[in-house]
């Protein structure tokens, strides 16, 4: 199948708004691959690449050659390509991963050009979630839509599913099965303002468990051997020391456990999270321990529990692992239980609950209304330094924000990193104009301004980097919406970050 033939696609699958007509879309396009392209081209129109890591950049992606007149390019070419690039290490990698990388942009038409840019910078929005390509795949293949989510949520990976069900039908796919060893998609939270909320979307009594403000880890033993993968499905075994001797010398043959794992500091309470983090991708051991603390059980012993409700396997987890293993929990049979319990989490440093129903089955690569999150939310009103021009279908929009709080000292601003989470096609466009009146320069990639507009930005924390001059920077911003009432003077300032996140 050609790659444009797929470029194609992907632009109708962003231009058109019905659910039925993307799934016929993709479905179409599945129906032409060759078998040695589909897992390629089910990840392409998923909006990412099969390799996980490919070594390529933004900055890679701005000087490319002229585009081809004419497609030549398969999307089994494409791929091979690709693979080729991100198997490139060594003396003389950045030069040859650079030519690889022009070889086959040269060879892409201008709308060839367009995907492989989304593809790279992760930035391919058109609708392809993989719920939708999950019918994709069904329709395509003609078997039943539930066969396919089915193995979609034992398997993790939507690039296995679409091969076995487009070249071994509803036999294949019922082959899929959770496997010691291969990591699962784990169930995701939702999120509410606040515990009453939650428990009208997950019913009373609920479990109230800790949010721990680690890093999620799904741990696999079969004998002797254990794997710690991350929430990706990254393996990080290696990394995670006392992770796999806490697991392996559980009286347990086979096991897989839900969790994460964090850095304590002397007292028991959990140390920045960037600390975390970056022990997380050291290998071997070091000065910073992570603990890990387990809130599920999907296998035990040969027997699966993602069916069984909630109730069953915690307290399945609870026979099988010591207390010193389990995450804080409680039962909350009122919102005044569930506030508490709130209240306990924050004051013990951690980033707040999630509460769940406990019926609930374990729904793998599913966030439903089962678990909830609550989280204090945090929002300052910050200072817009510069804006970064679009990637993909973000292209000829000013997307990506340069934050800024206010140094009261200096009477100037203080770069606290950058967001387009949160950005609505009607801010895109709003804030391009307003954007392009304040600009003082546009080298074409990121264009400064005057700083004078105000936006509202929620986040998660303040966690320290040297990556900017105050020395701290927000996690997870997003933004809520400009404030036209406020005017840059009055921005929060560069103390009340630092102060929020104990850097004060």
Do not use: C
């Amino acid at each position: 199948m050609l790659f444009l033939d797929l470029a194609a696609t992907s632009a109708a699958v962003t231009a058109v708004p019905g659910r039925k007509a993307k799934i016929e879309l993709m479905a179409d396009a599945l129906r032409r691959l060759e078998p040695d392209e589909i897992a390629a081209g089910s990840a392409y129109l998923a909006g990412e690449l099969r390799q996980r890591q490919t070594g390529v950049g933004y900055a890679s992606l701005r000087d490319r050659p002229p585009a081809a007149a004419e497609a030549t390019l398969s999307v089994a070419a494409v791929d091979a390509a690709i693979a080729e690039i991100s198997a490139v290490a060594g003396a003389g990698s950045q030069a040859r991963r650079r030519e690889l990388l022009n070889a086959l942009f040269a060879a892409a038409t201008t709308d060839e050009q367009r995907l492989l840019i989304g593809l790279f910078g992760g930035e391919l929005r058109q609708g392809a979630q993989a719920g939708l390509l999950a019918d994709a795949i069904a329709k395509a293949a003609e078997v039943p839509v539930t066969a396919v989510r089915r193995a979609l949520l034992l398997s993790g990976d939507l690039k296995q599913v679409a091969v076995a069900a487009l070249t071994g039908g509803a036999a294949a796919l019922a082959e899929i099965s959770l496997r010691v060893g291969t990591p699962l998609s784990p169930m995701l939270a939702q999120s509410a303002p606040d515990v009453s909320a939650a428990l009208l979307a997950t019913g009373a009594p609920a479990t109230v468990d800790v949010k721990l403000d680690g890093i999620r880890i799904q741990v696999h033993r079969s004998g002797d051997e254990v794997a710690v993968f991350t929430r990706s499905l990254d393996d990080i075994t290696p990394r995670m020391p006392e992770v796999v001797a806490a697991v392996r010398s559980l009286p347990v043959r086979e096991i897989v456990l839900d969790g994460e794992a964090m850095a304590l500091d002397a007292t028991g309470r959990p140390r920045p999270f960037q600390e975390t983090s970056s022990r997380a991708a050291t290998r071997g051991a070091a000065a910073v321990a992570l603990s890990p603390y387990f809130f599920d059980l999907l296998h035990l012993d040969g027997t699966d529990l993602l069916d069984r409700p909630g109730r069953e396997r915690w307290a399945a987890l609870a026979d099988a692992l010591p207390g010193s293993l389990i995450v804080g929990r409680t039962t909350a049979t009122s919102e005044e239980e569930a506030a508490a319990a709130f209240a306990a989490a924050l004051a013990d440093g951690q980033e707040g609950v999630v509460i769940k129903a406990v019926e609930a089955p374990y729904d793998v690569g599913r966030r439903g209304s089962a678990w909830v999150k609550v989280k204090p939310r945090h929002t300052l009103d910050l200072v817009v330094l510069a804006v970064e021009w679009g990637h993909g279908r973000r292209r000829g929009w000013l997307s990506n924000l340069h934050l800024g709080a206010r140094d009261p000292r200096t009477g100037g601003f203080v770069m606290l990193g950058k967001t387009f989470k949160g950005l609505t096609d009607e801010l895109l466009r709003w804030q391009t104009e307003r954007f392009k009146e304040l600009a003082t320069s546009d080298n074409g990639w990121v264009v400064e301004v005057r700083p004078e507009q105000v936006v509202e930005i929620a986040f998660d924390g303040v966690q320290a980097s040297p990556r900017y001059p105050g020395g701290v920077a927000l996690r997870f911003a997003r933004v809520l919406g400009y404030r036209e009432d406020k005017r840059a003077e009055e921005a929060d300032t560069i103390d009340m970050v630092k102060e929020i996140g104990g850097y004060a």
